[in-house]
């Protein structure tokens, strides 16, 4: 069983920036491929990073340039360090792990991004 908590998110004037947390349980977060993912009103949940346990990184294009994932092993913790935010970023943002027997996410955390 993995638990995860995301922080970090608030309201935001457009250009500005946001550090998104989520910290982990679990014994074997270094193994876990580690993803962020965020849901606009109305629409569907799209990923928006993820690393893996090697640390390799992939972002979708909307992104790429203004947002940086990393995680912080020895913390249990993934980050999302996101910056020049655009209105089109608001939404709930959702970590992920990724484990051989499943995949657990956490509760969510607002993002609010003003123009």
């Known amino acids: 069983q993995v638990q995860l908590v995301e922080s970090g998110g608030g309201l935001v004037q457009a250009g500005g920036s946001l550090r998104l947390s989520c910290a982990a349980s679990g014994t074997f977060f270094s193994a876990y491929l580690m993803a962020w993912y965020r849901q606009a009103p109305g629409k569907q949940r799209e990923l928006v990073a993820k690393?893996?346990?090697?640390?390799?990184?992939v972002y979708i294009d909307s992104v790429k340039g203004r947002f940086t994932i990393s995680r912080d092993n020895a913390k249990n913790t993934l980050y999302l360090q996101m910056n020049i935010l655009k209105p089109e970023d608001t939404g709930v943002y959702y970590c992920k792990a990724q484990l051989a027997y499943g995949d657990y996410w956490g509760q969510g955390t607002q993002v609010t991004v003003s123009s």
């Open positions: 690393v893996s346990s090697s640390g390799s990184t």
